[in-house]
């Protein structure tokens, strides 16, 4: 389950609903395109299907455009709550919406929610540019300049902590999050240390910057998150290096293998000029704004 819901417009799909509303995601006509937009909510339904979800609307009902009047609200984890679809069949829901710690996606279905829900008035909303790599443009790796990138190990989780920290801190989540938030952060990162989903840079035990793959999904491709680099070490192209040798290998891993380039995206703070700027320069393009809210 993924929160109290209003019976009467928030429901879970039915099986042949579920199957139109991931059509639906894949198609839906936006900037960034249907399934590289919704990226993170796709790959969320595959895993956990209908008990994931929860919609408003019905696929059956099309605006002029084509696009079904349907809202999505399907939870990532246990904090996470990815939106997407019509604004205006999110905005006619009644009764509380799923609980969320943050809320992510594109900004007519955010602020839809937002306006509806209990959080309103206490949630911080920031603004967010979401990204796309172009494959053409992420440098060759013999030409990147490679910071030393490495897939993290447990010795690394502690240093890990102090830089998700720092991310909270710079991120605008609230100030340091103590020793409870601390242990919080520890914790989920020790679980994608282990799944192999954290590439570091810096010595083991000591990393300087890291970077974790919140999807890596084989259909639908790879959402880049938690990218950080250590006050002390910014202003040398760590964070462009980062982000540049992640997304090629990546991309060189799945065509190494026979399969298709994935998506490769990621979202930050409109606010966060030379972030922007080192992502464009590991070969990424700003398609449309993104809102990102802290509950």
Do not use: C
């Not at 999505?72 to 799923?98: E, K």
């Amino acid at each position: 389950m993924i929160g109290t819901l209003a019976a009467r417009r928030w429901r879970r799909p039915r099986a042949e609903e579920l199957v139109a509303l991931v059509a639906a995601l894949e198609g839906w006509e936006a900037p960034a395109g249907g399934a590289v937009r919704h990226l993170l909510p796709l790959a969320a339904i595959d895993t956990g299907g209908a008990d994931v979800v929860r919609i408003t609307g019905s696929v059956d009902d099309v605006r002029d455009d084509g696009a079904p009047q349907l809202g999505v609200a399907v939870r990532v984890g246990r904090d996470v709550l990815a939106v997407a679809g019509d604004a205006g069949a999110i905005a006619r829901a009644v009764g509380p919406t799923p609980t969320w710690r943050l809320l992510v996606g594109d900004v007519t279905a955010a602020d839809a929610l937002l306006a509806r829900g209990t959080r309103a008035h206490t949630a911080v909303a920031h603004d967010q540019r979401y990204l796309a790599a172009d494959q053409l443009a992420v440098p060759d790796p013999a030409t990147v300049d490679d910071p030393g990138v490495r897939r993290a190990v447990a010795a690394d989780v502690e240093v890990l902590a102090d830089l998700a920290v720092q991310l909270h801190v710079d991120d605008g989540f609230g100030p340091d999050p103590g020793p409870v938030g601390r242990r919080g952060y520890r914790d989920r990162l020790a679980v994608s240390v282990r799944a192999g989903a954290v590439d570091v840079v810096g010595p083991v035990g000591r990393p300087v910057a890291k970077l974790e793959r919140s999807v890596d999904h084989p259909r639908y491709g790879v959402q880049l998150a938690g990218i950080v680099v250590a006050p002390d070490h910014r202003s040398r192209g760590i964070g462009r290096g980062l982000v540049a040798v992640a997304t090629r290998r990546a991309i060189d891993g799945r065509l190494a293998r026979g399969e298709e380039a994935p998506a490769v995206t990621l979202h930050t703070r409109t606010a966060n000029a030379p972030a922007l700027v080192a992502y464009a320069a590991a070969g990424f393009r700003v398609v449309e704004p993104w809102r990102l809210a802290v509950g």
